[in-house]
């Protein structure tokens, strides 16, 4: 595929449920992708890069529907490169998820938690 790659994505992403399969979440930019109407709501990924981050890091906030339906912001979690698309997950309470980044395209992210 030309122009795909396993490098952290920028910005908004929002999960777009209905194509996910064998383990694959997909998510598509919130700004510019028309979503289907949905009663589940939908998750959001924020990617973003503050200078005082190590090279490659990261951090990850995740949003979700709240009993509102508004989106409510969780922790700003920090994203550590292990290499081969994979990133560690960090919290400040010391908790860790990986996640693998099997494709990430402008017009599209897909990820794999472990």
């Known amino acids: 595929m030309h122009g795909m790659t396993m490098a952290l994505p920028s910005g908004s992403w929002t999960h777009s449920f209905e194509e996910d399969a064998d383990g694959i979440e997909v998510y598509r930019p919130t700004a510019t992708f028309a979503f289907p109407p949905s009663r589940k709501g939908r ?6 890069a503050p200078g005082a981050m190590a090279p490659g890091e990261a951090t990850l906030t995740s949003m ?14 920090r994203l550590r490169p292990m290499g081969m698309g994979r990133y560690a ?3 400040a309470g010391g908790a860790q998820q990986v996640i693998d980044i099997v494709e990430a395209t402008p017009d599209v992210l897909r990820l794999s938690r472990r």
């Open 89 to 91: 997950l960090g919290d």
């Open 43 to 48: 998750k959001v990924l924020e990617f973003g």
């Open 64 to 77: 979700a529907p709240g009993p509102d339906d508004r989106p409510r912001a969780g922790p700003v979690t």
